[in-house]
């Protein structure tokens, strides 16, 4: 399964994080508590890159290729509509409510269902159950709650912000550890 670890802010968090077995970190580049600058960004690619899938994540389509120049991403994130200027797969968040529009969403693109943007809230699972194609889940996950989630969402993968945090930006290694161990509980399933 794929594991998205979100609102990295320092290295150290990214270093834990992909030991455990991450997929994916998220550097977040719009206004929030766990917006990361771009020196702060290069200085946590540096000491992960290649070893894990480097996702930016955008409230806006026309910063994605200066951020990627800046700092070589991945793939973006991207909260609103709209193509970003930079080559790069795209990870398209969408609202629960919002469902049905993922019909006209590009195959090309990966669908992350985003019942929270890092607030912790979480939804009615079983709606992502209407998706006929993969999809990451988010929102409001957690080590309490994630088995839950993936057997009631059937994700290809999820992603975490707030609940493996210690304080806004700042991971707390046991809840990481928590985090992963569920995920792997419930992929066995």
Known sequence: MWIKICGITAPRDAEIAIALGASAIGLIFAPSRRE??????????????????????????????????????????????????????????????DLSTCAGIPLSETILIDGSEGRGLTFDWSLARAVSRPFVLAGGLSPSNVEAAIREARPMGVDVTSGVEAAPGQKDEEKLIRFFEAVRRAAAR
Do not use: Y
Request: a positive charge; hydrophobic letters at 45%; charged letters at 30%.
């Open 36 to 97: 990361v600058s771009l020196e702060r960004a290069r200085e946590i690619t540096r000491a992960v890159r290649g070893r894990a899938e480097l996702v930016g994540v955008f409230k806006e389509v026309l910063s994605v290729r200066a951020v990627h120049d800046a700092v070589g991403l991945d793939r973006a994130q991207i909260h609103v509509s709209g193509q970003p200027d930079a080559r790069l797969p795209i990870l398209r968040a969408i609202r629960p409510g």
